[in-house]
């Protein structure tokens, strides 16, 4: 029931689902969440006390180019209409459900990506799982899918033993003239008027053996980054800071992010020097204004009333300080919580202002392509809410090489970037990377 064209067949699209779900007495923990996700294919979705893990596909659906957001929300809808639901629990990510994560750009993705990633990081999907387990605050849920009627209650399967784990040392503070080149092209091109802001990134390569248990990662990430959305869709693993938006029980919110320092939290007194300067630079706070202001733009049409935090704020992680600025919303008319991230994308936090002028450049600036990175990662329901957050901080698994066995390995292709401005110093912002690489890295680390 999938299709290799970039686009769904009718039949794929016209698929029946049957999706039942039924409340479970118990929420399990964070830990026994992840631990039913697969080892080598998760699919997980996780803040706090909120998350599901889906087990197995019911259904794949692939798209690639400039439509695939319009192509991708015309299939979901197509197949929400027609499915079978019972749901029984009524909450945000219940009932039928599909994961999904998004090329950044709209041509496919350059050489360099990383061995066995071409392919994915080039590929928009939508997964719907066999199954999933889910939790939202208090109350916790499955729900089973297939193409055809189902007969019973299946019982919850028990989770997967732990495996091993090798994990991959990456080079994210290994010299990289390619960049520091990039960030002094983007800044020509803007002192030449071609753009107020390009957003450059760079990514790092490592490997891990194919049978690594990826549950390590994900585990790391969850619980270090609890603030943070962590998820694994198709290979593409990370926790990131930024929703890009969340369309549920209807009401629109999200949350932008530009303007970073990294922490020293080993130091008090510096760190909070660090969140000082940024609450403070000219330079971070015209930047963050570009990025509310683009979300502004984009979501104005889609919103009755739109409201926004008076000033940006510092937003603490683990490893930086963020300026972020949170947005809520009245939404207008029927559109798809998968619609309104297509609307949004891409912002100027991960691309630059004026858009255009900097995708174009980013294209040239960047010529190995972002894959899935910067683009929309979530998940979407059969009455077209969701949340979907940028894929930051964070790596595309490839597939595995030799087989998932103990000979064979997997590429890791971790990416970060920052948005350059007139002024921007090339290496305090491959510093900014360094910082913005320690969630991943840290995550894959042996």
């Known amino acids: 029931m999938e299709n290799g064209s970039g686009t769904a067949s009718a ?3 016209d698929a029946v689902l049957y999706a039942v779900t039924r409340p479970l007495s118990e929420v399990p923990s964070l830990e026994r969440l992840i631990a ?62 599909a994961f999904g994560t998004f090329a950044f750009a709209d041509a496919a993705a350059g050489p360099g990506v990383g061995p066995g990633a071409d392919d994915l990081a080039s590929e928009s999907v939508l997964i719907v799982p066999r199954m999933l387990i889910a939790r939202h605050r208090g109350v916790a849920w499955i729900t089973e899918i297939s193409s055809s009627p189902l007969q019973g209650e299946r019982p919850l399967p028990a989770p997967t033993g732990a ?66 959305w962590t998820y694994a869709v198709d290979g593409m693993i990370g926790a990131s800071p930024e929703t890009l938006v969340r369309h549920t029980d209807g009401a629109i919110s999200a949350r932008v992010l530009a303007g970073t320092r990294g922490r020293k939290p080993e130091d008090p007194a510096a760190d909070a020097r660090a969140r000082d300067e940024l609450l403070t630079s000219t330079k971070e706070q015209h930047e963050h204004a570009f990025a509310v202001q683009s979300v502004v733009t984009a979501l104005s049409p889609h919103v009755l009333s739109l409201h926004t935090s008076d000033e940006p704020f510092a937003l603490r992680l683990p490893n930086v300080w963020h300026l972020a600025t949170e947005l809520g919303a009245v939404p ?81 292709t971790a990416y970060a970037g920052g948005g350059i401005v007139s002024g921007s110093d090339p290496a305090h912002e491959f510093g900014e990377t360094v910082s913005k690489f320690a969630p991943v890295a840290d995550a894959f680390a042996p």
Request: overall charge negative.
């Open 332 to 412: 207008r008319g029927e559109g798809s919580s998968l619609e309104l991230a297509a609307a949004l994308h891409p912002t100027a936090a991960v691309a630059g202002t004026p858009t255009s002028q900097a995708v174009e450049a980013i294209a040239e600036i960047e010529p190995s392509g972002r894959g899935r990175y910067a683009g929309p990662v979530g998940w979407i329901d059969a009455d077209g809410e969701g949340e979907w957050v940028i894929a930051l901080r964070c790596a595309q698994l490839g597939e595995a090489e030799g087989g998932e066995h103990a000979s064979g390995v997997r590429s890791v």
């Open 36 to 97: 039913w996700a697969d080892p080598h294919h998760p699919l997980l979705w996780t803040r706090g006390d909120r998350g599901a893990v889906g087990i197995g596909e019911a259904l794949r659906l692939r798209f690639s180019g400039r439509d695939r957001f319009a192509r991708a929300a015309d299939a979901w809808r197509r197949i929400a209409a027609r499915a079978v639901i019972e749901d029984g629990v009524g909450l945000p990510g219940s009932g039928l459900i």
């Open 11 to 13: 039949a794929t699209a």
């Open 163 to 228: 495996g091993e784990w090798h994990g991959v040392h990456l080079p994210v503070e290994e010299a990289d003239e390619s960049y520091l080149s990039g960030v002094r092209e983007a800044v020509a091109r803007i002192e030449r008027g071609r753009a107020e802001k390009i957003v450059v990134a760079r990514h790092v390569r490592g490997a891990i053996p194919a049978d690594d248990d990826l549950r390590v990662p994900l585990r790391r990430l969850a619980e270090r980054y609890d603030d943070c």
